[in-house]
């Protein structure tokens, strides 16, 4: 079983970086910093301090000593894409997905993977918030990059199923998505029909959403929450848990609530 961790309550990208990476063990609680911010995703997952971090994270089970080589981050970062609550709504001209937050693989000295994930800092710069187990982010990009070039990759996080999109085309990158669409994908308008029958009364601000029931579309508070302003055009990220996608959800409360979710591989 991997657990991936996301920070669900919001207190700046800063509080979010810490209270994620305490969690994790990846940061003594007695000496917890934001991590640094960078002009660039990329530069942020190579400081020098989130790689000793990220060197904690993998030595937290033991099964790397913490002297090891450390770790390195491997290609560029890629932006990561959510199901949209506005296509799913079926607001006109809204793209199937929209992006949360930037990912980077890190490669630890034995082979195994971590996703950094960053998002915009208050000072407008780039700042790792969380590390999770595995490589997901990246290689769901690549994969749907070479099945359909230019296309949307994009995750629908309620039953954790990656996609990708490309004019009328939705096809499936793995097994959960092959589940919901069947292993030739489907069309946009199905795809869209399809969500907002599951989510369509679970939208931000609809009832279910406002009575803080489980799950929801995609989060367990009334609304989604934010980690730091967007810039540019990109949306903030929003920090949900997946308790209605696959997996057991457990909230702390750590300053800012957590979730780690465990899933099955």
Request: hydrophobic share 45%; net charge positive.
């Amino acid at each position: 079983m991997n657990a991936r961790v996301r920070a669900l309550g919001a207190g700046g990208a800063g509080l979010l970086a810490v209270t994620v990476l305490v969690l994790l063990g990846a940061v003594p609680a007695d000496a917890a910093e934001p991590l640094p911010t960078a002009a660039t995703p990329e530069q942020a997952a190579a400081a020098p301090r989130t790689l000793d971090t990220v060197a904690r994270f993998f030595a937290r089970d033991g099964a790397l000593a913490r002297a090891a080589e450390r770790p390195r981050i491997e290609g560029a970062s890629v932006p990561v894409r959510m199901l949209s609550p506005d296509f799913v709504a079926g607001k006109p001209g809204a793209p199937v997905a929209r992006v949360e937050f930037h990912a980077s693989k890190a490669v630890a000295a034995d082979g195994r993977t971590a996703s950094l994930w960053t998002v915009r800092a208050a000072d407008g710069g780039w700042q790792v918030v969380n590390i999770a187990t595995g490589d997901d982010e990246v290689r769901y990009t690549e994969r749907g990059g070479r099945l359909l070039p230019g296309g949307t990759v994009f995750r629908e996080p309620q039953i954790d199923a990656w996609y990708v999109q490309k004019g009328m085309k939705v096809l499936p990158l793995d097994e959960d998505a092959v589940r919901a669409v069947g292993a030739e994908g489907t069309t946009l308008a199905a795809y869209r029909e399809r969500v907002t029958t599951a989510y369509g009364d679970k939208l931000p601000g609809s009832a279910y959403a406002r009575k803080g029931a489980a799950g929801g579309y995609g989060t367990g508070s009334p609304a989604p929450v934010t980690a730091a302003p967007a810039a540019h055009d990109e949306p903030a990220v929003t920090v949900a848990s997946t308790a209605a996608g696959a997996g057991a959800v457990l909230a702390l409360a750590l300053g800012a609530t957590a979730a780690i979710r465990r899933r099955a591989r």
